[in-house]
């Protein structure tokens, strides 16, 4: 089951879909794509690490997801991704537009021949107004195509606004 977790900043979707993962009563692998920048995201970081079981398996990678899925893939855990769309920054950062279409496309196959359970968070960038600068448009217009791909390769879709979950695909 490949499961898309949307929702804005502090929407509860960080949390709906570590207790999907905890659910499923399988072991847990982390993919987490933040890098630490600041303080202020290092907060972020703990946080979301406080929160989790320390027995979970965790992977930082803030790039190359496509080929941590596919040795994930079919094993006999739940995979939690988390967060796509700090991964679409982190590619958009590289300034690298082949290294872009390559990740984003080895990605989307990735998820597609995902075989056992796969949880991937992104945010909802659509619902706020048009950014002011190229590269802040950008980000929220592939952020939005990213989870329309996507949300065509799960079976299930949630959005999770005021920490309420919402099915958009069931």
């Not at 941590?68 to 739940?78: F, K």
């Amino acid at each position: 089951m490949r499961h898309l977790v949307l929702g804005g900043v502090r929407s509860g979707k960080s949390a709906y879909a570590e207790q999907l993962v905890a659910d499923t009563e399988q072991e847990v692998c982390y993919l987490a794509t933040s890098q630490v920048w600041d303080e202020e995201m290092a907060t972020r970081v703990r946080i979301h690490q406080d929160r989790r079981p320390s027995h979970w398996q965790l992977i930082e990678e803030p790039i190359a997801l496509a080929a941590h899925l596919n040795t994930l893939s079919a094993g006999q855990q739940s995979v939690l991704v988390e967060c796509l769309t700090l991964w679409l920054t982190n590619l958009i950062c590289l300034e690298d537009e082949a290294r872009f279409a390559a990740e984003k496309a080895a990605l989307l196959e990735a998820v597609a021949n995902f075989e056992g359970e796969l949880v991937l968070v992104s945010s909802e960038v659509g619902l706020g107004i048009m950014p002011m600068n190229a590269m802040a448009r950008r980000f929220a217009d592939e952020a939005g195509l990213l989870n329309q791909q996507l949300a065509k390769l799960t079976e299930r879709v949630t959005l999770v606004a005021a920490g309420l979950p919402m099915p958009l695909k069931f």
